[in-house]
């Protein structure tokens, strides 16, 4: 995933595979990838894919490379389509949650470097059946990727609660709108990073943490923004995947507004804000807990504001670069609409408070996802 003269854009979604009538994690991604990855691409029209993942009950679909978020869509909207098919026809559904509401066994995908990793974290590799939604966005250079990191950062936790999705784990409601932010910061590589400042910084910090011999290798460098190890891409990892493929193309709009402003501003000579990855945690925190649905930390005064406030000085940051790509009207509308229903874990709470039956959420997760 690259750039070519437009700020290129590609979204990756993790998938989790359920029986729908009992609600619980099936293991059958092999026999989902066969059967959905048959034909590429020309059934497809698409340079992306669909992949195993950590978890036997994971799927994770690719995009190709585009310039119109109309085309990332589509795309992402066909490999739903197939990866549901693929599913039933194993016997299973595909929904598009943060974390499944019901456990499963914790069966790990056979590959060598999965199994290193959990004979050298355990427990922490078993708990991560959590499925996120990575958007890639074009940069010219390292060195324009690490000022857009350091620009961006004070946001990600905007990005998160709006993509928030994960409120139900095993068995019960966690209190988050997004828990499975919370599982993942159990790696030790996860979560906000510090200002870098230069590329040559950048890659310092990495080759110490992997030289700690506490990281498998580079791979395994989960911040919630990161220069790609395999695309020329900032590959910003905030988000929850979200049942509602416009809601993941509002943070995929977000996400590539975001880099064009910081990017401009970095041109500029405009420094990033100076907030500790100390602060930032905070806010994080924050942003998983409530979602759109209540506070948010405001990153310029670090003080505690409504949801809407946050998300509206964020939109007001960004909104040139929107308005350029041509993407300032689904913006407006997603987050009008966000913050008026709420997110994916409102909705799944919503589900619940109707029904009581978990499985209930997980099946209306996977109709979503098919749309």
Known sequence: MGTVGERTVGVEEEMLLVDVATGRPRSVAGRVI???????????????????????????????VCTELADVEGELRGWRHRVAVAAREAGAGSAALGTAPL??????TPKPRY?????????VVHDALTCGSHVHVGVESDEEGVAVIDRIRVWLPVVLALSANSPFSNG????????????????PSAGPS???????????????MVESGVLLDDGMIYFDARLSHRYPTVEIRAADVCADLGDTMVVAA????????ASRAAAAGEPPLPLSSSLLRLATWQAAHDGVDGMLVDPATMRPEPAA????????AIRPALASFGDLERVEEGVARLLSTGSGATRQRRTFARTGRLVDVVAEAVRLSAR
């Open 34 to 64: 066969d059967a959905a990855a048959s034909g590429r691409p020309s059934e497809t029209g698409s340079e992306g894919g669909v992949e195993g993942e950590l978890q036997r009950y994971m799927v994770e679909t690719q995009s190709s």
């Open 103 to 108: 456990a499963g066994d914790g069966l790990i």
């Open 115 to 123: 199994l290193r990793m959990v004979e050298r974290f355990g427990p």
């Open 172 to 187: 019960q409601d966690t209190g988050y709108a997004s828990y499975r932010s919370q599982l993942w910061l159990r790696w």
């Open 194 to 208: 510090d200002l870098f400042g230069s590329a040559a910084a950048y890659h310092s910090v990495v080759r110490s």
């Open 254 to 261: 977000i996400c590539r507004g975001l880099v064009e402003t």
């Open 309 to 316: 406030v946050v998300v509206e000085q964020l939109v007001d």
